[in-house]
């Protein structure tokens, strides 16, 4: 008997063995396939502008970007620094206030009534319009970039956060009632974790619109980082750098995203409506 179930056992760790050794190739191939498709545009982008002979003032080539990455570098990370720092720091402003402003919400209807539609009606005034004027409000410092910057992350958190809060099991929510669980234990151990997926998802969109808010702030007025330096490329025709500009910028974008990602998949291991 314990012989058959020692077979049995070795078996199934046979085929789980294999089904992970069939499954890492996959995912060697899905992880590699976006680094292949990049390469294959480059290369398209390479052979259009010399097949065309583009002017370089118009569309440079990826060779002569690269060769800008690296002749410039000591000027991009100079810019890039007062960027990143606004757009973390509005990242963390506009996010914490936005998660503060849903547990009010879900715990007072009458504020979610009264205050949510003016948090609608202002995220709909494109951050073009609203730049010029907190601006205005904070000055040209750093302090105008890292609120344009929480602006921007400010809503798509608050309406994910609101929902996810309110997206309770209801059987999970009866049950904490019988057992006369309080305010507190339920928004801890109920409301937060089934919350958690949603913010996640609004965390990774803030994580990029957050370097976005932070580079529009720049357009309006700085004298250094990305944002004023691709408006001194493209005022001075310098085609190169202003490419090179936007792929730090980019960078920076997909960096942050990667990291608020790892979190999610180290700290959320459920979906929307599983109990955690």
Not at 10 to 27: E, M, N
Not at 151 to 172: D, H, K
Not at 183 to 193: D, I, S
């Amino acid at each position: 008997m314990a012989t058959t179930v020692g077979r049995a056992a070795s078996s199934t760790d046979q085929r789980a063995g294999a089904s992970g050794a069939a499954a890492s190739p996959r995912a060697w191939r899905d992880t590699l396939l976006p680094f292949a498709t990049a390469a294959a545009l480059l290369v398209a982008w390479q052979a259009l502008a010399w097949g065309f002979s583009l002017p370089v003032y118009i569309a440079p080539t990826p060779a002569q970007i690269a060769r800008t990455l690296v002749a410039e570098l000591p000027t991009l990370l100079r810019n890039f620094a007062p960027t990143a720092v606004e757009s973390f720091v509005g990242f963390l402003l506009g996010n914490t206030i936005a998660i503060l402003i849903s547990v009010l919400f879900v715990h007072s209807k009458r504020l979610e009534a009264a205050f949510y539609p003016i948090a609608v009606f202002i995220n709909t005034i494109p951050i073009l319009a609203k730049a010029p004027i907190l601006v205005l409000i904070f000055g040209l410092g750093m302090t105008s970039k890292v609120v344009i910057a929480a602006f921007i992350c400010f809503f798509p958190t608050l309406a994910n956060m609101v929902r996810g809060l309110t997206s309770v099991n209801p059987q999970s929510l009866e049950l904490m009632r019988v057992l006369s669980a309080s305010r507190a234990e339920v928004f801890w151990k109920l409301r937060v974790p089934s919350s958690l997926p949603f913010l996640f998802s609004a965390l990774k969109i803030a994580s990029t619109t957050s370097v976005l808010g932070a580079i529009v702030g720049e357009w309006i007025g700085a004298d250094l980082g990305l944002g004023a330096l691709i408006i001194e490329a493209t005022h001075n025709f310098r085609s190169p750098l202003l490419y090179a500009t936007v792929f730090v910028a980019s960078g920076w974008a997909v960096l942050f995203f990667a990291i608020v990602s790892f979190a999610e998949r180290r700290i959320v291991t459920w979906k929307p409506g599983e109990s955690a």
